[in-house]
């Protein structure tokens, strides 16, 4: 299982990608949560403390390892590397426990715009490709509005591409922006899940703007939530209405990829 959850900055895609990978690890199932969010926030959504996370560091700014795996000296970093770094290790060298889910953090670059072919994207791209089509865990991906760490070659091999939105248009076009770019990857199918429902309105919106088809279900909004946020704690241990609210949602993703 492979699923790459992403969406606009603040619809809540972390807290819907914490509290699946807890599900699933409830289950009894291997499962590995990959940060890629320039955020980077899914720690704590999964229940690790502030002092934990202050001891991981993005692999994407571990330089010596980037330098070692890609083959860039300091004297010629970023002009002569390898484009495809032995990576098979990364995810069981470095991928940290708790609460039954392993916290890969894979950090970002800057790429849009820019065409960055660097040592640092290489090194992510390859991490990626592996953890898609090499891991035999769960995989989930708490990933930004941008797809551009996913290449033709890996984004065909995820199960599922769900997009967190919530009820306005800016997020809306969000999710239309994303299942164009999937698209071009070679993904036909991309799921919508619906966050921060006040009411009927709001669900009146979604199911208005988003075909049957795409949609897995709402998460309302619930303020045992924001206090899990506040307390910088695991929603999964604060919201058990959200919790019951994406248990649903995962069933159908289950049901999808049978």
């Known amino acids: 299982m492979k699923i790459a959850v992403t969406g606009k900055g603040g619809v809540g895609k972390t807290t819907f990608s914490a509290v699946l990978a807890r599900l699933y690890a409830e289950e009894n199932r291997a499962v590995l949560a990959a940060d890629v969010d320039p955020d980077a926030n899914l ?25 070692e795996r890609t083959g860039a000296s300091q004297e010629n970093f970023g002009k002569f590397f390898k484009l495809n770094p ?37 090194m992510l791209k390859s991490v990626i490709s592996q953890l898609i089509i090499g891991e035999k865990d769960v995989v989930i991906m708490d990933m930004e509005a941008g797809l551009e760490h996913l290449g033709r070659g ?24 994303v299942k164009q770019l999937a698209f071009e990857l070679g993904v036909k199918t991309v799921k919508v899940v619906a966050n921060k429902i006040k009411g009927a309105e709001d669900e009146a919106f979604i199911l208005n703007n988003v075909p049957s088809s795409d949609f897995l279900g709402f998460i309302h909004y619930n303020t045992d939530v924001a206090e899990a946020d506040r307390q910088g704690r695991s929603p999964y241990d604060y919201s058990p209405s959200a919790v019951e609210e994406i248990r649903a949602i995962k069933k159908k993703i289950d049901g999808i990829t049978k």
């Open 43 to 67: 720690g704590l959504a999964l229940g690790f403390t502030d002092e934990e996370l202050k001891e991981i560091t993005p692999i994407s700014q571990m330089r010596s390892l980037v330098s």
């Open 86 to 122: 032995r990576v098979d290790d990364i995810p069981q060298r470095f991928a940290k426990e708790k609460n039954g889910v392993k916290l890969l953090v894979l950090g970002t670059i800057e790429v849009a715009g820019s065409g960055c072919v660097c040592p640092e994207h290489v």
């Open 154 to 177: 890996t984004a065909g091999c995820m199960d599922n591409f769900i997009v967190v939105v919530e009820p306005g248009a800016r997020s809306l076009q969000t999710y239309q922006k």
